[in-house]
């Protein structure tokens, strides 16, 4: 059988075993999870730990576990729900599932690329090669696609991996239906484009090669009329059938673009231009064309030699080739096309690195829609997808070109061939002398021939020689980060078990306990269970409700991190402000008020996460009671929490959170629980909002500089204090935040801890008090410049430090504003501001400077506080959780206007609508979660809602009809075009169909027979 | 000098002119230097040689640590390869057919 198939044109068996051998080499890259258990994980690769809260970041749009939009995960349904579905119909566990689903993208790569590459190296007709010449250059081609660079760093990041796997493929598609204009080849050219646009930049990727070779068609066929209108029916049904199919998406899309709140990650917000630039930084032509531009574990190939060198090996081979290939190069539209392409995608990937820098500024920036889109080419990294598909498949064809029968040896024969012999002596009437001649002249064409062949044979081996060096450089040059990347990233991790445990702990107290988990990972962390690695939030995905705030990753303002900054004591960490002497300056009962607004009943503490040092805080603290440990994990539980919708009479708009910290001191958990603060201006007053700038009482302490002698350099209130002589202080007219004046401090120490301090008066405190302090800090070439907030200690009978308004600063920076507040306890009798001017950073750089202006020292009065206290209560709050993106809620005798807080991560998208339909915005509280003034007293009811799950369903069902459309008209084509297979089909459905009625006529008749018995 | 060179050379002078107003003047030069290679004609054997040749100078002063060196050959390298590759594009349009086009 299998000689028949080898007979036949179609080489099935060839196809099959290059297919295994791709699958085969995909495993290597996650060897190690042959030999051992564990999931893969990494920062970017952070899934649910179990397939039903997979599944529900599918289904659902708001995601609990973490408080995150999930609206881009709708992007993925059409690509993970099919796998997922086949995942719990086999049972699988999450990380077979993950681990499978990795490694078959990955070998999908791979045979896409075989396919494409096969489909080339046929066309290219290289004469005199052996049969399985093109199978094995389509496998090396494979092989290149999967291991470059470019390919490893996208598959860590997973989202847009399925584009990249089946790009090649789509090329080939795109080909074929723009030549054939069939609208089978349309349909699954749109369907490969919607199950696999599994994140923004896939679209951009498709919507760039579609563009692209839609030209370059056009140019081929010189514009001609049949040509431009047949590619445009085909482009527009394309695209029709594409938008139709990712209605799950295209909906929720239009939705947020039709009510003015584009859908685009938090971190939106702070793309600068220096950001754009920063991320083109690293994509310069020479990093381009290695693919090595992007900054991943990848930048082995900047800090390794023999990897710097090895790096080259692909773009110089590739070129290599082209120059060997070139001849039938220019002859093939797709080779052509896939050049021209890399050439253009080395120069676009650029950014603004490179000539491209205005235009690419432009659309990312300030281009017209570069608000809601921009973000989604900021990484010009990613505009690479197109050159690993060149390199692969030209040195794919390049190592098919070279698999050629060997020139024979010798000459057939000894002597001189028998025609030759019988042609002399069978020539009529010719003499013996002649014979002669003609015997040395093929004597002579035989040396020569001889001589031909040999040089045929030298060449061969020569060539055979340099292509196996070629490919021995390439695929070396895959093997360092193949090696590192197998290793560091596609392990498998054991996680311990501990997670679990402590999840089946909160499990027991229901499914909708809220936790808090410490410390916030922010950008990722490593952990004592997996020191090479940097850990996404996990646990947090798979554990159970929580304030995470995963939008808010590069929000350093909101008060996660200012909790965490304030509970955590590591040096690495050390926030921007600090209250310092904590047993003096803060009461040990304040956790769980500073915990409020992430509405939780736990506190979860884990102490594997490495360069975080909490010293025990939650442990020291009275309103946390210790639960439950297993572990590194250790879970505290609240006292008083609050309930995920609560509402606030009082909305206090304070500097910075240490008000907040200041203020709930004083108060305990009832009237706390009826508050809420913010940092932003968005509650009106209306609806009980307080400024505490309203209310604050300065001190004069010549805190601008601006008293005294401008011609002298006496300051009064501020007192140099040094006795090394190193220290000066100026009153400077030229360097200044406001006025006329700053202070100046030089510094000309180069010794460690040599400050130059400069002290204000001492002020009377009376405990209770709640004081602020304001401070504005430049610096140049200094170390350890800050500000302190003293205190003179009853107890100690000494001065002490209880704030520092900035902390240690270092180096260059420029003016910059800090705010701290504090509650006075009783041992503090007076308090005094210091201001610290560091020693010289770099020797060579002269002298050190700091600078202070504006610093502010006030206290907050009482009618502040009484203000406060004569809040109305806020109405009852109940309410009813109809699924994680839906509560109803019910108001209950409101008197005045309040704001109703819901504890989910801020998102404009969340919405509140009354019976009426009329809806109310959110405002950020905490500069985190989200607030709804509502301004009806009496009773209500309200819905808050997050839009784009309406948006979602909608468009899902649209998508799911579409798609079995789709499919139902692709297998009605096959079956009446699809040759032997359809016909055998057909045949086998017609004789079931014959059997089936025969069955049941066979039925009937034994029925009715039995009947009449 | 026949008339259609002095037109073809004259349209390269006044891409690198107009060029020049948006993009840095090496890369407008660049560019009407690459766009008279294809009006031309030029063999693309040499220019994928230089290529070549230029990336492993590139590679080389990878190696001496001397990255802005790198840099500036591997586009010297670029360049030569979008000659070479351009040039084939126009000798493809030339030619006016493609083995692999069905229609």
Request: some cysteine.
């Amino acid at each position: 059988m299998f000689r028949g198939i080898l007979r036949g044109k179609r080489h099935y068996l060839w196809h099959i075993i290059s297919i295994i051998v791709i699958a085969a080499l995909a495993c290597l890259l996650f060897y190690r999870h042959f030999s051992n258990p564990g999931t893969l994980l990494h920062v970017d690769m952070s899934f649910p730990t179990n397939l039903d809260r997979m599944y529900s970041t599918l289904r659902g749009m708001w995601y609990q576990y973490g408080s995150l939009s999930v609206v881009w995960n709708a992007l993925s349904v059409l690509w993970l729900y099919p796998t997922l579905l086949l995942a719990k119909l086999f049972g699988l566990s999450s990380s077979t599932y993950l681990w499978l689903l990795f490694i078959s993208t990955f070998a999908l790569a791979g045979i896409s690329t075989y396919a494409l590459a096969y489909n080339l190296i046929g066309e290219f007709d290289f004469s005199g090669t052996w049969n399985y010449a093109a199978h094995v250059g389509a496998v090396i081609a494979a092989l290149i696609y999967m291991y470059n660079p470019w390919s490893l760093g996208h598959l860590w990041g997973y989202f847009g991996y399925p584009a990249y796997a089946v790009m090649p493929l789509a090329f080939l598609l795109l080909v074929k239906a723009i030549d054939r204009k069939k609208l089978y080849l349309v349909v699954v050219l749109a369907l490969l484009m919607a199950v696999t646009s599994t994140a923004p930049i896939c679209i951009v990727w498709y919507v760039l090669l579609i563009a692209f070779y839609a030209l370059f068609y056009l140019i081929i066929t010189r514009f001609r009329r049949e040509s431009v209108l047949g590619m445009l029916k085909v482009l527009l049904q394309t695209a029709g059938l594409y938008l139709v199919s990712c209605a799950l998406w295209v909906v929720p899309f239009l939705g947020s673009q039709l009510t003015h709140k584009p859908l685009v990650p938090v971190y939106n917000q702070y793309f600068t231009k220096t950001i754009a630039e920063g991320l083109s930084a690293s994509n310069s032509v020479l990093n381009n064309l290695r693919l090595s531009g992007w900054g991943g574990p990848n930048n082995i190939a900047f800090n390794n030699q023999l990897a710097a060198i090895l790096s080259f090996a692909l773009p110089l081979f590739s070129i290599f080739a082209l120059y060997i290939l070139r001849d039938r190069f220019f002859k093939n539209r797709k080779m052509l096309f896939m050049g021209v392409f890399f050439l253009l995608s080395i120069l676009i990937a650029t950014g603004t690195a490179f000539i491209f820098k205005r235009p690419y500024e432009f659309l990312e920036l300030r281009a017209p829609g570069s608000a809601a889109l921009g973000w989604v080419i900021r990484a010009p990294d990613r505009l690479l997808f197109f050159v690993p598909a060149f390199y692969a498949t030209i040195l794919g064809a390049l190592a098919a070109s070279i698999m050629r029968k060997r020139p024979p040896s010798s000459l057939p024969g000894d002597s001189l061939d028998d025609d030759a012999e019988s042609a002399i002596k069978e020539e009529p009437g010719a003499a013996e002398g002649t014979r002669g001649v003609n015997r040395a002249l093929l004597e002579e064409n035989k040396l020569l021939r001889e001589r031909v062949l040999w040089i045929d044979r030298f060449a061969f081996n020569s060539r055979v020689v340099v292509y196996v060096v070629v490919f021995a450089f390439v695929l070396l040059s895959l093997y360092p980060l193949t090696l590192l990347y197998a290793n560091t990233v596609f392990n498998p991790t054991l996680i311990p078990a501990d997670y679990q445990r402590v999840n089946s702990f909160i499990k027991k107290r229901g499914s909708d306990t809220r936790v808090v988990w410490m410390p916030f990972a922010g950008y990722g962390f490593t952990t004592t269970w997996a020191p090479e690695k940097r850990i996404g939030p996990f646990n947090i995905f798979g554990s159970y409700p929580s304030l995470y705030n995963l939008q808010d990753t590069y929000n350093e303002e909101a008060y996660l991190y200012w909790v965490q900054n304030f509970f955590s004591r590591a040096p690495g960490e050390l926030a921007q402000v600090q209250i310092l002497n904590k047993d003096v300056m803060v009461t040990d009962d304040t956790a769980s008020r500073l915990l409020l607004p992430f509405d939780a009943k736990y506190v979860i503490f884990d102490a594997s996460v490495k360069d975080y040092d909490f010293a025990g805080s939650f442990d020291k603290d009275k309103s946390l009671r210790k639960v439950f440990s297993s572990g590194t994990l250790t879970v505290y539980e609240v006292s008083s929490p609050l309930p995920l919708i609560s509402a606030a009479s009082r909305t206090v708009k304070v500097d910075s959170y240490f008000d907040n910290l200041s203020i709930i001191q004083k108060y305990g958990t009832d009237l706390v629980s009826r508050l809420d603060f913010t940092r932003g201006n968005d509650v009106a007053k209306q609806y009980g909002s307080l400024n505490i700038d309203d209310y604050k009482e300065y001190m004069d302490i010549n805190g601008s500089f601006e008293s005294g002698d401008p011609s002298t350099n006496v300051i009064p209130f501020w007192v140099l204090e040094d006795k090394s002589g190193n220290v000066k202080m100026f009153a400077d007219n030229k360097v200044k935040v406001a006025g006329k004046r700053s202070l100046r401090v030089e510094n000309t120490s180069t010794e460690q801890f040599s400050i130059g301090w400069v002290h204000g008066q001492p002020i009377p405190v009376q405990a209770g008090s709640v004081y602020s302090l304001e401070t504005n800090v430049k610096l140049k070439n200094s170390i350890w410049t800050h500000v302190a907030m003293e205190g003179f200690s009853k107890k100690k009978n000494d001065w002490i430090q209880i704030a520092m308004c900035p902390t240690v600063q270092a180096g260059d920076v420029g003016w910059k504003k800090y705010n701290c507040s504090f509650l006075v306890p009783d041992d503090i009798t007076k308090i005094r501001p210091a201001l610290a001017s560091g020693w010289i950073s770099d020797k060579n750089s002269g002298k050190a400077y700091s600078w202070f202006d504006n610093i502010k020292l006030a206290r907050v009065s009482t009618e502040f506080f009484q203000s406060i206290e004569a809040a109305n209560a806020p109405p009852k709050i109940t309410f009813k959780k109809l699924s994680p993106q839906k509560y109803k809620v019910h108001v209950e005798k409101a008197t005045v206007p309040f704001v109703l807080s819901l504890g989910e991560a801020y998102d404009p998208l969340w919405v509140a609508k009354y019976e009426d339909g009329t809806t109310v915005a959110p405002v950020r509280l905490y500069s985190m979660t989200n607030g709804f003034p509502i301004n009806r007293v009496g009773t209500n009811d309200l819905t808050l809602e997050f839009r784009p799950q309406r948006w979602f369903d909608n468009g899902f069902l649209v998508s799911m009809l579409t798609v079995l459309v789709l499919l139902i008209y692709l297998f009605y084509y096959w079956v009446q075009h699809g040759g032997n297979n359809a016909m055998r089909f057909k045949s086998f459905m017609k004789w079931l169909g014959r059997g089936a009625l025969r069955g049941a006529s066979s039925t009937w008749e034994y029925v009715t027979e039995r009947t009449d018995y | 000098m026949d008339r259609s060179s002095i037109v073809r050379a004259l349209i390269s002078l006044a891409v690198f002119i107009v060029l020049s107003f948006f993009l840095t003047v090496l890369a407008a030069f660049f560019t009407a230097v690459l766009l008279a290679v294809v009006l031309f004609g030029v063999d693309c054997k040499f220019a994928y040689l230089i290529a070549l040749l230029l990336l492993m100078i590139a590679a080389l002063f990878i190696v001496l640590a001397a990255t802005s060196a790198a840099e500036f050959f591997a586009i010297w390298s670029f360049y030569f390869l979008a000659i070479g590759v351009l040039a084939q594009f126009r000798d493809g349009i030339v030619r006016g057919t493609f083995e692999d086009l069905d229609s």
